[in-house]
């Protein structure tokens, strides 16, 4: 059965590899399984043949036979459950590894995506000037407790997981701000995720739907 994702047909960002399905995408170059892309506009988001596979109207979405999913973290953990690659064989690690997916979009990805909101939505707004301090000291607070707990290791717990594919994913939405590179070690992590070949075929593949003529 083929897997086919969603993306959009021109990615609000440029084709940066920040839209969310690069994590899909990514995870599926880890863990060598052919895929579709099946391109969306805006307007199709919000109309009944998308709805019913993601009721929120957003991409990406994941079918494979009868199965549909959206959200993109249940996406990938479906992914690495289903193929090898991902998560660990020892039932603690691999828990373990679960926990980080959970903490990248739990933990560490809503005060990130704050930050952006506040920049790129709210700048002209008359209390911006004192809210962005706030807004970038929320940020600094999670990286810094992510800092300490990784430490001089390579990867979060072990060998690279899907764990660590998620966090270096939500961690590329800040490395343009300058923040990331407050912790080096931290900067230094999100650059080896990106050195991985899997990733750099998932961005191409990203980059080349937004960039085409």
């Not at 839209?19 to 995870?27: F, H, K, L, M, N």
């Not at 709805?51 to 992914?79: K, M, R, S």
């Not at 997981?161 to 230094?188: H, K, P, Y």
Request: proline share 5%; no cysteine; aromatic share 8%.
């Amino acid at each position: 059965m083929t897997i086919t994702i969603t993306a959009f047909d021109r990615s609000p960002d440029g084709g940066r590899g920040l839209s969310r399905d690069t994590r899909v995408r990514w995870a599926l170059e880890e863990t060598d399984q052919p895929y579709e892309v099946r391109l969306v506009t805006f307007k199709a988001l919000k109309e009944s043949g998308h709805l019913a596979v993601n009721p929120f109207g957003q991409i990406p979405t994941y079918e494979e036979g009868d199965l549909a999913l959206f959200e993109t973290g249940a996406i990938v953990l479906h992914i690495a459950q289903q193929h090898s690659g991902l998560l660990p064989a020892d039932g603690n690690a691999r828990a373990r590894a679960i926990a980080w997916m959970f903490a990248a979009v739990n933990s560490v990805e809503p005060p990130i995506l704050e930050f952006a909101n506040a920049k790129l939505l709210e700048s002209d707004r008359p209390w911006n000037d004192e809210r962005m301090p706030i807004v970038m000291e929320r940020v600094r607070g999670r990286l810094r407790q992510l800092s300490v707990r990784l430490g001089v290791a390579e990867w979060l717990d072990g060998a690279f997981s899907a764990g660590d594919l998620m966090m270096v994913s939500v961690l590329l939405r800040i490395r343009t701000s300058g923040l990331l590179d407050e912790f080096r070690n931290l900067a230094d992590y999100v650059a080896r995720g990106e050195a991985r070949p899997a990733y750099k075929r998932a961005f191409a593949a990203q980059l080349a739907i937004n960039t085409r003529a």
